[in-house]
């Protein structure tokens, strides 16, 4: 019965049970992870085989993301002194608000 080995329908009743169990959304997701788990395992098996320089050239490169750097703006103090104010004054605004939220609610 089973000499014949996998057949075509035995494949198809497999695909659908693993669509079934995991999801189609989510099936991508796991063959990409899969994928580079596979090239990470390559790698580490390379390495300690003793092969280091293909190794390194079948690894993934970290991907890196260098924040630029911002200059500070050039507001003279007596103008950052005045938007500390307002914003000290806007958030002790907020806080009376917040304060009267409650006793509004409770009548």
């Known amino acids: 019965m089973f000499a014949n080995g996998l057949q075509g329908w ?9 669509v079934l169990l995991f999801g189609a959304k989510r099936l991508p ?3 990409r992870s ?7 395992f390559k790698a580490e098996t390379k390495d300690l085989a003793g092969d280091k320089s293909a190794s390194h ?3 993934e490169p ?4 260098q924040i630029p750097a911002t200059p500070a703006p050039a507001t003279p103090p007596a103008a950052t002194d005045q ?3 307002d914003l000290q004054r ?15 609610n409770a009548s």
């Open 29 to 31: 997701d796991a063959a």
């Open 34 to 40: 899969i994928g580079k788990s596979m090239k990470i």
């Open 90 to 104: 806007q958030l002790d605004e907020l806080k009376k608000q917040q304060a009267d939220q409650p006793q509004k």
């Open 10 to 18: 035995h494949l198809i009743i497999l695909v659908l049970l693993v």
């Open 62 to 65: 970290v991907e890196t993301k």
């Open 57 to 59: 050239e079948d690894a």
């Open 83 to 85: 938007q500390v104010a």
